[in-house]
């Protein structure tokens, strides 16, 4: 049977199980210009589609915003390509698509002409998405919560956040094997702090900012001893990549 589009009022043929259009998303843009997190995501997708006999990605749109903004135009285009094509689109991760529960099930609402798969949450229906994206929004709520909370407890104790120091502070002053023990250590600090990101990412957790909250809720430090920030995280991701 066709499906009823609720924006023109029109029917339409159903999509062909087997046509992909790829959304990718990630939040800044030098994690855009860097490909950090765009790869991953590519890769989860194409994974997930060598399970699906003849599957056919017809179109890939990448988009360089905050998941808390719903007016996105390259996620307006993936839809419109993807009705056009008769398509599913595909995200790597739930919260690719939107950190917004209530967009998020008018989305993928049941009577929508375009569905969504995740390669996170497979066979996953619009309800479960839906209680997916409540229960995520909550927990963001609350690691928001209890990191402000803990800021404010550490300001309140003359403690200064950031540091300055570090490889910038020696260059240029005769200190070659001082930079490189710093690198080094550097270098190891990442390769350990590693596992703990990839757990909390496995968690539905991507964000730089979101990382470090959760990171700093944990007890978790920086190699400075100081709570973690989004640039912090941003900066061992991108050592981490680098080392690759």
Known sequence: MAALSPDLGLSVPPPKASRFVIYLRVSTDKQGRSGL???????ACRQ?????????????????????????????????????????????KLDRLS???????????????????????????????GVMALVAEQERKAISDRTKAALAAAKARGTKLGNPNGATALAGKGNKEAIAKVHANADKFAATIAPMIASIRASGINSANAIANALNVQGVVTARGKLWTARAVM??????EAAT
């Open 37 to 43: 997190g765009l790869e991953a995501q590519r890769e």
């Open 48 to 92: 997930y589609l060598v399970g699906k006999s003849g599957a056919e990605v017809v179109a890939e749109f990448v988009e360089v915003e905050s998941g808390k903004r719903n007016d996105r135009p390259k996620l307006a285009e993936t839809i419109a390509h993807a009705r056009a094509c008769r398509a599913t689109v595909l995200i790597a």
């Open 99 to 129: 950190r917004d529960a209530h967009f998020l099930m008018g989305l993928t609402r049941s009577d929508a002409v375009v569905p969504f798969e995740a390669c996170d949450l497979p066979g996953a229906n619009q309800f479960m998405w």
């Open 235 to 240: 900066n061992l991701l991108a050592r981490l």
